[in-house]
């Protein structure tokens, strides 16, 4: 048996379509001349939802849509006529429908409290249409092409009349149509799959793990090759040593043999090969070293083609994550045909004429900023009807045309969907502006601002709803709120006017929300992204001497800490910090960080929901070693009336683990040390030779060095040497460790000023006072 | 009691937080996991102890002895009990593993967290 749910599942993805269709129709009816074809699709559509609706018993649904399928059928037999209150009536319908569909989607009942009156309005038509026919009836009975030709006198156009004329033949033609276009939709199924929406989502989570772990393992994969690399070096070291060894051994002959082997005693030294414990032992040796080389070499390979293959495999999840997402894309068109009707609408509320055209409808974006930028989207064109076009009246003393147009165009520019609102209005008044800037104590009598730095005040919030409840003609209702919500998909809102002439909006989104490029930065120990399409610039900063503002490209812009807004302990101190210039709409800000990382591709996540409130975040991502990153939004940064209340826990158990760096030539030194320190909790870091040990304590945090003497490229004397001379390095603790135990060796340590001196082979217990003594007295 | 009554017990997962016992419908839980790593949440309010990445997805951790009256905690060996909630999940800190414990259902029991209304006293709310 089927499953109810997952009947009404499958109805629900259908019936979206269908609506979209009923819409998309709806508005074309009121607008388009060539009015047959659209009637006959959407009489087509809203039967196919009647009955599908009605296989999962939502009658009310179906009986609206058999309501629907009924006018349309009399505007098809044309025995009603397309007019606005038909149209208006058919909205209304769909407005019910939606409605039901809305509450079914939520798991609520099918229930919809203006049933009763849209059945009404549609019964209305429907009875105006039986009366007009039996009008015509008794004029023309049982002559339905009569009555077509009585129409043909009256209709102006010959290319109508030839369709009307030849009536019975294009009703069959019609029916035919329709057939074909059942048909076509019964056995077309090729080449589109429908999937949920949740689907996708829930595969590009996985894609994002995935890639989460494919990270990880490159960058481990990394360390085992360098690792393998001196696991072979030293095996080939070893190898060469005992062969030397079994060379000079395997054929000698001490004398005791010929003494022992009484068998052989008549042949001489070179007449018969004789062993001796010491040759067999090497023979030995040398077969298992070989054995080793052959393994070694094996193994070598193999991680050859690991890295290749991982390498492929990157690339192959790279094509994966990006296809996945592409199939995330929706036509932009789809959102910008859902505001014909609240233009409409709107406009007649404010005794407007307004049209609303409609550019780059194909441009394609994810399905979440999709989602998203509808009620900001609304909020710029009711502003555009409200405050932006003049009545018709005035336009046309300003010789303009009587009807004012909205143009919402779309393009895309690089990784960027622009997004245009633009009204041919009467641009924004910057001189008011610039007056009730000055009444509220935004200016002083002084500034001389800017066209552009005036445009920028509509967005504080305070001043623009006083704007507008000031004046009238004022624009901005809300104009924070609107930049606030395309903060949150990563975007950026700019404004451009022209007084008297037009004013344009222009919204910047990234296409896709799911794969985006970052930049990573670190603000005390936590790290955080931004993303790179708010960045203009990163600059060091070797002072910063007037807090609070940064003269930039000629301009004064402000600077905050991101320490204090968060309320974090920086580590660093002021001279060697970072200023991330940021754009935030029009205007530029710079945000003092401790430390900027680097760029990287990554998958941010929308906020948590529990976390949702934090409007200084946009999302949050997941490094490849499983650090939490928070996607910081600088537009809210700057908008702040957000006072934190941060508090930083200590089971932060990483950045509290104090570290140590092992310098030592001997693999087995480091890998013994490395696994015994971190069984302690401590961070280790190991290196090989001096100078690379010297680079690991300029670019990490180190409590303690233990080095050895005898070490490549810089021996240990002078990386104490080093250590001891440099201002920032010159308090860490350093412990040598070596096999050289004379007297000479350890005094000149101690005088370079390392404080310890430990002979090897060495044990855990004076390692374990080491511990104690230089980093924690409390282990155990 | 018969066998059926016993089937009807609900059952409960208690944690610790302080001296303070706290219980939670075990059908809403999803795991318990040991934390090894906690990254901070800054500009959170105090009961969000942090954040957590548990396969992929952020589960905040929440400190219940920043809600009610209890003695700071210690959380050095802290388990995290994963709930399910909204589509989310959320994670509670307790000083102890939890254990498990059925009660029949007439019984009234205190101090269960309800996780909805957490949820939604709970979670920070966008600045009016």
Do not use: W
């Not at chain 1, 495999?313 to 199939?327: F, G, Q, V």
């Not at chain 1, 929300?513 to 060091?540: D, K, T, Y």
């Not at chain 1, 009336?641 to 092992?662: A, E």
């Amino acid at each position: 048996m089927i499953n109810k749910s997952e009947l009404l599942e499958y109805f629900l993805l259908e019936a979206e379509d269908h609506i979209n269709a009923l819409e998309n129709g709806i508005s074309e009816l009121h607008a388009s001349s060539e009015k047959s074809n659209i009637i006959e699709e959407l009489f087509r559509v809203s039967h196919t939802l009647k009955g599908s609706a009605a296989l999962v018993k939502l009658n009310i649904t179906s009986t609206i849509a058999h309501k629907m399928e009924d006018i349309l059928e009399a505007l098809m037999n044309n025995k009603i006529e397309v007019n606005s209150l038909i149209v208006e009536s058919l909205s209304y319908m769909l407005d019910g429908i939606k409605a039901l569909i809305y509450n079914v989607s939520r798991g609520l009942d099918e229930y919809l409290e203006t049933n009763q009156n849209i059945m009404q309005r549609a019964d209305e038509i429907l009875k105006k249409e039986k009366s007009d026919t039996t009008i015509f009836e008794t004029k023309a009975p049982e002559n339905l092409s009569g009555l077509i030709s009585q129409e043909i006198k009256d209709s102006k156009t010959y290319e109508s009349a030839q369709v009307i004329n030849t009536s019975k033949p294009a009703i069959e033609n019609i029916s035919k149509k329709l057939d074909k276009i059942r048909e076509e939709s019964d056995f077309f199924v090729g080449n589109f799959v429908k999937v949920d929406a949740q689907k996708i989502e829930d595969m590009l989570n996985l894609i994002g793990e995935v890639t989460i772990k494919k990270n990880y393992l490159l960058q481990k994969a990394k360390n085992v090759f360098d690792t393998s690399d001196e696991i072979f070096f030293t095996g080939r070291k070893l190898i060469n040593e005992v062969n030397e060894f079994a060379e000079r051994n395997a054929y000698a002959l001490p004398d005791n043999i010929k003494y022992i082997d009484h068998l052989l005693s008549e042949f001489g030294e070179l007449e018969f090969d004789r062993y001796d414990q010491l040759n067999l032992f090497s023979r030995k040796l040398q077969e298992i070293t070989n054995d080793m080389a052959e393994s070694l070499r094996e193994l070598n390979s193999f991680f050859e083609i690991f890295g290749d293959n991982l390498k492929s495999m990157d690339s192959m999840i790279k094509i994966l994550k990006a296809n996945l997402t592409d199939s995330r894309m929706v036509d932009i068109g789809i959102l910008f045909q859902r505001f014909v009707k609240p233009v409409r609408e709107v406009a007649k509320k404010h005794n407007k004429k307004v049209e609303l055209r409609i550019l780059g409808g194909l441009t394609k974006i994810d399905r979440v900023i999709f989602e998203r930028l509808f009620s900001p989207l609304m909020h710029l064109i009711m502003n555009a009807i409200s405050h932006g076009i003049e009545s018709a009246e005035i336009r046309l003393q300003k010789n303009k045309k009587a009807v004012g147009a909205i143009t919402l165009s779309a393009k895309k520019e690089g990784g960027l969907a622009v997004i245009e609102v633009t009204d041919d209005g009467k641009g924004i008044d910057t001189e008011l502006i610039y007056r009730e800037a000055f009444k509220q104590g935004l200016l002083n009598a002084n500034d001389k601002p800017s066209q552009e730095e005036l445009l920028q005040l509509i967005f504080i919030p305070g001043f623009s709803t006083s704007v507008i409840t000031d004046m009238t003609s004022g624009r901005g209702m809300g104009m924070s709120a609107v930049r606030r919500m395309i903060a949150g998909i990563n975007g950026i809102l700019e404004v451009s006017t022209e007084t008297g002439i037009c004013t344009t909006f222009r919204i910047k989104v990234p296409l896709s929300l799911a794969i985006s490029n970052v930049l990573l930065f670190r603000c005390g120990s936590p790290e955080f992204v931004i993303p790179s399409n708010f960045i203009e610039e990163v600059m060091q900063s070797t002072s910063i001497a007037n807090k609070g503002t940064i003269e930039y490209r000629g301009k004064k812009i402000v600077i905050v800490e991101l320490s204090e807004i968060l309320g974090i302990p920086t580590i660093s101190d002021t001279t060697d910090k970072y200023i991330i210039i940021c754009n935030v709409s029009d205007k530029k800000v710079g945000l003092i960080v401790d430390d900027v990382i680097g760029q990287e591709e990554t998958i941010i996540k929308t906020m948590h929901g529990f976390l949702e409130g934090l409007q200084i975040y946009s999302g949050t991502t997941i490094s490849g070693d499983g650090n939490i990153r928070f996607v910081l939004n600088p537009v809210n940064i700057f908008e702040s009336q957000f006072k934190p209340v941060t508090t930083i826990h200590t089971i932060f158990k990483d950045s509290n683990k104090k570290s140590i760096l092992i310098v030592d030539d001997s693999i087995s030194v480091r890998k013994y040390a490395t696994l015994f320190f971190e069984s302690k909790n401590f961070k280790v870091y190991s290196a090989s030779n001096g100078v690379e040990g010297l680079n690991i304590l300029y670019d990490k945090p180190v409590d303690l060095v233990i080095t050895d003497l005898e070490i490549p490229v810089m021996h240990g004397y002078e990386l104490i040497n080093r250590i001891k001379s440099s201002t920032e390095l010159q308090d860490i603790p350093i412990v040598v460790l070596t096999s050289r135990s004379g007297e000479k060796h350890r005094e000149k340590a101690i005088a370079l000023g390392a404080q310890d001196y430990l002979v090897k082979p060495f044990d855990e217990k004076s390692l374990l006072n080491i511990l104690r003594k230089y980093l924690n007295p409390s282990i155990a | 009691m018969s066998k059926d009554d016993e089937t009807k017990e609900i059952s409960y997962c208690v944690f610790r937080v302080g001296e303070k016992e706290f219980l939670l419908p075990t059908s809403v839980i999803r795991e318990v996991i040991d934390i090894v790593k906690i990254f901070p949440v800054p500009g959170s309010p105090e009961y969000v102890y942090g954040a957590i990445p548990v396969r992929g997805k952020i589960v905040p951790a929440i400190d219940l002895s920043k809600i009610y009256p209890i003695e700071t905690p210690i959380y050095n060996d802290a388990k995290l009990i994963i709930v399910d909630i909204k589509n989310e999940n959320i994670g509670f800190l307790s000083e102890i593993a939890p254990f498990f414990v059925s009660f029949d259902p007439e019984i009234v029991i205190e101090d269960v967290i309800d996780i909805k209304t957490f949820f939604e006293t709970y979670s920070i709310k966008q600045p009016r």
